[in-house]
């Protein structure tokens, strides 16, 4: 039974020229390593930045209903005069 072995391999365009990671010289394979390592940082701090964006509309949601829950509960409130 042969083995199916997954070549690692990428492209610089959508549709352009597939290159075979293992075809690279080590010092090309040092630059993909890079390229990948930051491509791979720049998607963390763009989930990590929408994270912090979701979270910070939900506390700003949260902070907005309580306003206005105490300013608009002040004019519903009665007072009982003795």
């Known amino acids: 039974m042969a083995e199916e072995k997954n070549e690692l391999t990428f492209t610089f365009d959508e549709d352009g020229k597939e ?3 293992e075809d690279l010289s080590d010092e090309n394979k040092i630059l993909y390593n890079k390229v990948t390592l930051v491509n791979k ?3 963390d701090v763009i989930a990590n930045a929408n ?3 979701e ?3 939900i506390l700003g949601r949260h902070y907005s209903n ?3 829950e105490a300013v608009e509960g ?3 409130k009665v007072e009982v005069v003795e």
């Open 74 to 76: 002040e004019d519903t």
């Open 51 to 53: 994270f912090e964006v």
């Open 55 to 57: 979270k910070l509309e």
């Open 19 to 21: 290159y075979k990671v």
């Open 41 to 43: 940082q720049r998607q």
């Open 66 to 68: 309580a306003l206005k």
